[in-house]
């Protein structure tokens, strides 16, 4: 826990955005005695990471189901801290099917990292030896190229000189990193790709594994959260948006808001989306170029498709489906819905542009199709109600040469600070960026004083073999 600062610093941090870096933030500096106002224009906490009543049913339901992994330390720091992190169930062993129907179980054996996956990855059925070699040295290459060297290149030139084959990139690399970074291959930049499979997979025994809430977003990330934030003494404010920043000699002095008196602020950190962030902005030529950077900066779409039958389609919990337009299924169990009994199945579809051109009809029937096939059935469930969202603006996109363009979270201005998770933080646009870029932000507010507070964890030690067979460091 961070030593109180409040001796230092004259302490009222407005915080703006109350999604994961804006919870993070306001965690942080709560823990450190600073006097914290949150402020969230919706009426909810959470942010991209959050649920919506579907009207047809009354069911409340995640915008989309969101996963970390176990690589993702400073989110569970912030769970840990915000007293949430029982609310998760970590996934030891994953459900591939494979493009002709076959389940395949992946899990780790108590080997340490990078060959805690080996047998796992071998025994997928429906990549030939060859297609295991093959995929097996440009996994190594990839892990042992410098990452500073990768960056601004183009991942889907990288796999192409690496001698990956269409069946492989479909059936493997997209699997992994569409998922992972809501991007088609052709739109990512070789460094974040590397990324994936490092902390993911090749550094640490449990970085691979999948931790799911069991509880609907709004319960942990609003209802739980807030309750905790206020225990800790952080003045938060739902449905109250903010218009505008005072800036006064250099230093930004007022936060204005839509409903009320201007809040007066020692310190503020904007922790609103990128494309939200320039009408907020004071006008000051420190800030041209942060204006310039996020304006530059692209977006990617995810798209959800909820499902209710009237009898249970699988008995598993997950499943990744490889080769099809459906990526992940995730077995929500039983529910009621308008008063009967239902079984709950969301698919997931990142980087889904594809959905573009379809009705709404058109892709549940799809997605539909895929889980019959997959999961045939003599009594075929009958699909009792169905929900597709799609948020357009899902992630920043991670293109080639991407790290040029995320800007840092100190700010031209002494005391303003900005967060999110298409900051600086090394990260793809996830929770754990979302959590690392609230965490920076709020280390900035006491350093700039001289009094340092350490907030951001580090990520899981790389193993000793994984060092010595990959370079890694
Ligand atoms: C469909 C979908 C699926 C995803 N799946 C995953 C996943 O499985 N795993 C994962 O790690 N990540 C996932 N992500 C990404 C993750 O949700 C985001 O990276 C993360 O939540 C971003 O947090 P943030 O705090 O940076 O921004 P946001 O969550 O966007 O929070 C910004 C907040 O600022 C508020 N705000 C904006 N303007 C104002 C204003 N003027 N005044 C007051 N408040 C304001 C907004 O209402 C919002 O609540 C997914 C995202 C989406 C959309």
Known sequence: MPSSVSDSVSGRVVIVGGGLAGIAAATALAEADLQV???????????????????????????????????CT???????????????????????IAPNGECCSFSADPL?????????????SYLSLREKVLFASAVRALAQARPEKLLGSNFADWLRTHRQTDRLIQNVWEVVLVSALSESLDRID????RKVFVDGFLSHADSWKVEIPRIDLDELYSQRTRAALAA????????????GLTYEDERVAQVSLHNGDPLIADDVILAVPQHQLSALLPSSP???????QVSQLETAPITSVHLWYDRPLTALPHAVLVGRLSQWMFNRGQRTLNGESAHYYQVVISASRQLR???????????????????????VPKLLHSRMITERRAVFSVTPGIDALRPVQQTGIENLQIAGDYTQTGWP?????????????AENVPRRLGRPLQIVRPGLPFAGLSRWCLGLK
């Open 232 to 243: 800790k003494g952080v003045d938060v404010r739902v449905q109250t948006r903010a218009t």
């Open 112 to 124: 340490p990292a990078p060959f805690h996956l080996t047998r796992a990855f071998l025994k997928l």
């Open 357 to 379: 051109e379809w009705s709404q009809e058109d892709a549940i029937a799809a997605v539909a199709a895929e889980l019959r096939a997959v999961w045939p059935s003599h009594r």
């Open 190 to 193: 070789a460094a974040y790709a």
């Open 74 to 96: 400073n989110l569970r720091d912030l769970c840990e801290r915000l007293q949430v992190a029982d609310a998760f169930q970590t996934e030891s062993e994953l459900y591939f």
């Open 286 to 292: 420190k800030l041209d170029s942060l204006r310039q």
């Open 37 to 71: 106002t949150l402020l969230e224009s919706r009426p909810q906490l959470g942010g991209r990471a959050t649920s919506y009543i579907d009207k047809a049913s009354g069911e409340t339901i995640d915008n989309c189901q969101h996963v970390s992994m176990g690589c």
């Open 429 to 441: 646009a996830t929770m754990e960026g979302a959590v690392i870029s609230g965490y920076l932000a």
